[in-house]
């Protein structure tokens, strides 16, 4: 109608008709499979059957890419009054810059965790040597009378459903370690319910929250003294291997695998 008005006093009134300031909250999910809720099912089924024989069931991933240098992390970190930890003002994307891949693998009956931290291609191939290292650095003396492995993973990136490379290395380590080895994907967009994630990622997120990450021996330290008090207890290693991107795996070499799919969705 003409009349002047300011902020202050659309914001009293919104208030008042029962409005607030209030942030997006993801709650919609796309396009659900009919069976998810038995995709979990079926994955918690098969961990207990395992735990209950005293085989192991590790849950696997990789933690998001880290630059390493002088770069802002998030977070808060206590520091005398007004004297913070000076960072660079811009992460500009560089192909240059060295950058920390952490992949991990979380032990379910030990609470122990072992990190490859790659400075390399994040790969099946370096997925599957992060289990291999776990094994013979840990795995076999938690283990001694394992014969079979369960691993739980999400279902993209280096140890993806579809990822051929990601089968033929995990057929190479079960001929190597004489094991048998099962895989359960978790439906997409449900990594969060990856066991690593919330017992093992989150705990090394707090760790280092507010320290940048300056360099390997800083990254690989902080993860080696991440500890709660469940009695989690991680051990860390660099890993400096190169691993190739583009390998293709053909029908043939397929053929040779020895796979047996699951009766639950086993496509």
Request: glycine fraction near 8%.
């Amino acid at each position: 109608m003409g009349h002047q008005i300011s902020q202050r006093t659309v914001n009293n009134l919104l208030h008042e008709m029962g409005y607030s300031l209030q942030g997006n909250q993801k709650t919609l999910e796309g396009k659900q499979h009919p069976d998810r809720n038995q995709q979990f099912r079926h994955i918690e089924r098969k961990s207990r059957k395992f735990l209950k024989k005293n085989q192991p069931v590790i849950s696997v991933d990789t933690k998001k890419k880290e630059l390493v240098g002088q770069h802002k992390n998030m977070g808060n970190e206590w520091h005398p009054k007004g004297n913070p930890e000076l960072v660079k003002v811009h992460d500009f994307p560089d192909p240059n810059l060295p950058k920390a891949s952490p992949y991990g693998v979380y032990d379910l009956s030990t609470n122990t965790g072992w990190v490859s931290v790659g400075t390399d291609h994040d790969t099946a191939e370096f997925a599957v040597e992060t289990i291999r290292r776990w094994w013979l650095s840990m795995g076999r003396k938690n283990h001694p009378n394992a014969k079979k492995l369960l691993i739980m993973a999400d279902g993209g990136g280096s140890n993806g459903s579809r990822n051929k490379l990601w089968k033929t290395e995990l057929q190479k380590l079960a001929d190597e370690l004489n094991m048998e080895i099962s895989v359960c994907h978790f439906p997409p967009g449900t990594s969060k319910w990856n066991k690593i994630e919330h017992r093992m990622f989150s705990c090394i997120s707090m760790n280092w929250r507010g320290r940048p990450l300056t360099n390997y021996e800083t990254i690989v330290n902080l993860i080696s003294n991440t500890t709660t008090k469940n009695g989690l207890k991680i051990n860390c290693m660099l890993d400096k291997s190169k691993y190739q991107t583009g390998i293709k795996i053909t029908d043939e070499q397929m053929q040779n695998l020895r796979l047996t799919k699951e009766k639950f969705h086993g496509e």
